[in-house]
T-cell receptor
Framework: TQLLEQSPQFLSIQEGENLTVYCNSS?????LQWYRQEPGEGPVLLVT?????EVKKLKRLTFQFGDARKDSSLHITAAQTGDTGLYLC????????????FGTGTRLTIIP | ETGVTQTPRHLVMGMTNKKSLKCEQH?????MYWYKQSAKKPLELMFV???????ENNSVPSRFSPECPNSSHLFLHLHTLQPEDSALYLC?????????????FGEGSRLTVL
């Protein structure tokens, strides 16, 4: 069983549309990160959320950490082709724990 | 150079070859990691080093042998690999104290085992 399930697994939408991807778990995390990985590159950290219910905005990207710290969502407004990539969530089970658990990933394609 | 750099970016090897992957970080971090990324699987943690000491070996077969001579360099020595070991191998680093597990990744080494 996967500790962190991401949905959808694949998403293809037109440029300018909005979208939300989800990261769900039955475990409680002390913090959760979102990464984006472009083809041929390593994942790049987008944001870290720490507090239950926390909402963080990064330009057109809005990240939310669930109140119970078991799930998270990423909402993109007015998607652009540069948003194309593999989106990974990763949870830390305790502070200072070097073992992050990664989700299954959502592969997003923005069509011009 | 800045960040985390990995070499080679691409490697093709036979099952009887011996090769090594190299990772170098210029971020002043104390922890370094090897991850394996295969198609349709989540990132799999292989090894963790903190202050040059191995703190995690996630049941990795002995045909993968890590080496961390100092907190800036990390190697993954490969020998007698299997075709199913073909994957993208990612190196990452992070601060140890007071961190929230944030990782800084290299671009990866794409390994193909024939």
């Amino acid at each position: 069983t996967q500790l962190l399930e991401q949905s959808p697994q694949f998403l293809s939408i037109q440029e300018g549309e909005n979208l939300t991807v989800y990261c769900n778990s039955s475990s409680v995390f002390s913090s959760l990160q979102w990464y984006r990985q472009e083809p041929g590159e390593g994942p790049v950290l987008l944001v870290t959320v720490v507090t239950g219910g926390e909402v963080k905005k990064l330009k057109r990207l809005t990240f939310q950490f669930g109140d119970a710290r078991k799930d998270s969502s990423l909402h993109i407004t007015a998607a652009q082709t540069g948003d194309t990539g593999l989106y990974l969530c990763a949870g830390a089970l305790s502070f200072g724990n070097e073992k992050l658990t990664f989700g299954t990933g959502t592969r997003l394609t923005i069509i011009p | 150079e800045t960040g985390v750099t990995q070499t080679p970016r691409h490697l093709v090897m036979g099952m009887t070859n011996k090769k090594s992957l190299k990772c170098e970080q210029h971020l002043g971090h104390n922890a370094m990691y090897w991850y394996k990324q295969s198609a349709k699987k989540p990132l799999e943690l292989m090894f963790v080093y903190n202050f040059k000491e191995q703190t995690e070996n996630n049941s990795v077969p002995s045909r993968f042998s890590p080496e961390c001579p100092n907190s800036s360099h990390l190697f993954l020595h490969l020998h007698t690999l299997q075709p199913e070991d073909s994957a993208l191998y990612l190196c990452a680093s992070s601060q140890k104290e007071g961190n929230t597990g944030e990782l800084f990744f290299g671009e990866g080494s794409r390994l193909t085992v024939l």
